[in-house]
Every structure is written in C-alpha cells, then in structure tokens.
C-alpha cells in the first residue's frame, strides 16, 4: 500500500527566508504522481506543484520547486522568499498508477514569522 | 480555470437525521469525482470515487450504505450521510479531475471549499 511521511508536524520560518517542507512516500508501484496542497484556515485546498514518476526534472511553479529524489522517494518543497501569506497547512500527497483518489500525509503547520 | 463547488459549506443537523452534501464542477465535465473526510488537525482521507454513471468505489472501512453516493451528471456528485451520528462530524471535501491538459499532465484534482457537518 502507498504511504506519505511528513515528519515535520510544525514550522516556523522568517519572512523572506527560503524553506523546505520534507515528504518521504511509499509505493511499490513504478507509476506515481506527488503533489503539493497548501490548506489555510478557511479549509480550502489549493493546487501548489505536481511531480510524475518519470518526469526527467525537478518541477517548479513560480516560488514553489519539487526537491524530488527518486532514489531516496523523497519530495521535498521548497518555498523561495517566503511570505507572510504562505502561512498554511501543507499536504504532500500521491496518486497510485492508474488510481486517481489521492493518499495525503498528516501536513506541515507552517508560520512565516514578520 | 477549474472550479469547484461544495454546498452546503455548512450544515448542523441532529442525531439519526439524513445530509446531503453536493459537490459540482462549474467549468468542465467530471466524469470522476472523490470524496474525502478530514476531521480536525487531522489529513484527508479518501472515502470514496464517484464515477458518473455506475456505483462509486469505497474505501476499505467505509461503510457503502451509510455514506450513499451519486454521480447523475458530468458536473454533480452527491454524498449523503444517512443516519448521522456525532462521530460523523467532520469536514467533507470533494474533488474532481479536469482531464484537460493542465500544470500535473491532467492529473490535478480540484477541490470543493468543503462541507463542515456537525452533527449533535
């Protein structure tokens, strides 16, 4: 069965400061997606960055990269310049081959401090 | 881009009561659409795929006949919680996968706001 693993439960970051967010997953499966859903307190879920199995580069949207590291199956994020706004809930999570329901891990709580 | 709607956003009903949570997509057609349950500083948790125009799948543990689903049209998805019961109280979110070539290859789910039920 797939696994997501984020062992980081809480985080606090200064303004403007670079950080990474650890994801280690679980699959015996040789096609996978991982994702990256930042949650804040009004609940919604919004789409952050997508990483295939076989995608040959890291992938990157705007100040968000995927730190993907298929030997070790880790996914880290990494958010440039962070801001007060990135304060959030962060989801690392996986789809299974041809399954599309997605496994979640427990979340990061990340606080951008001023 | 795509949207996607949950309503209600929140509902209080009592104990042995029925609700119904209905998710659409606003801008595209869904021919798959899942539905999960987070319960307070916890993660998502799939329930169930609903798929238009056949039984939805389950999630191991999950009771099918408590949790009814439909999937009438390419844009609805309804989840109905029969029977509810405290425990039952939790944020349900819905998503669906806009198969359009997007920023995940087609892959991206978009989420509903979610549905917070208390049941007392």
């Known amino acids: 069965a797939q696994k997501i693993t984020q062992t980081q439960p809480g985080m606090f970051v200064q303004e403007k400061e670079a950080v990474t967010l650890d994801c280690t997953y679980d699959t015996s499966d040789p096609s996978y997606g991982l994702f990256w859903y930042k949650q804040p307190s009004s609940g919604e879920m919004i789409f952050l960055i997508y990483?295939?199995?076989?995608?040959?580069q890291n992938a990157t949207e705007g100040r968000y990269s995927l730190n993907f590291q298929k030997a070790r199956k880790s996914a880290n994020l990494v958010i440039s310049a962070s801001q007060l706004g990135d304060s959030a809930m962060y989801f690392c999570a996986m789809r299974n081959g041809g399954a599309d329901g997605l496994t979640f891990g427990k979340g990061t709580h990340l606080i951008i401090q001023p | 881009g795509a949207v996607v709607s949950q309503h209600p956003s929140r509902v209080i009903c009592k104990s042995g009561t029925s609700v119904k949570i209905e998710c659409r997509s606003l801008?595209?057609?869904?021919?798959?659409m899942f539905w999960y349950r987070q319960f307070p500083k916890q993660s998502l948790m799939l329930m169930a795929t609903s798929n238009e125009g056949s039984k939805a799948t389950y999630e191991q543990g999950v009771e099918k006949d408590k949790f009814l689903i439909n999937h009438a049209s390419l844009t609805l998805s309804t989840l109905t919680v029969t029977s509810a019961h405290p425990e039952d109280s939790s944020f349900y979110i819905c998503?669906?996968?806009?198969?359009?070539?997007?920023?995940?290859?087609?892959?991206?789910?978009?989420f509903g706001p979610g549905t917070r039920l208390t049941v007392t």
């Open positions: 801008d595209f057609q869904a021919t798959t």
């Open positions: 998503s669906a996968r806009d198969l359009r070539a997007g920023a995940a290859g087609g892959y991206e789910q978009y």
């Open positions: 990483q295939g199995s076989y995608d040959q």
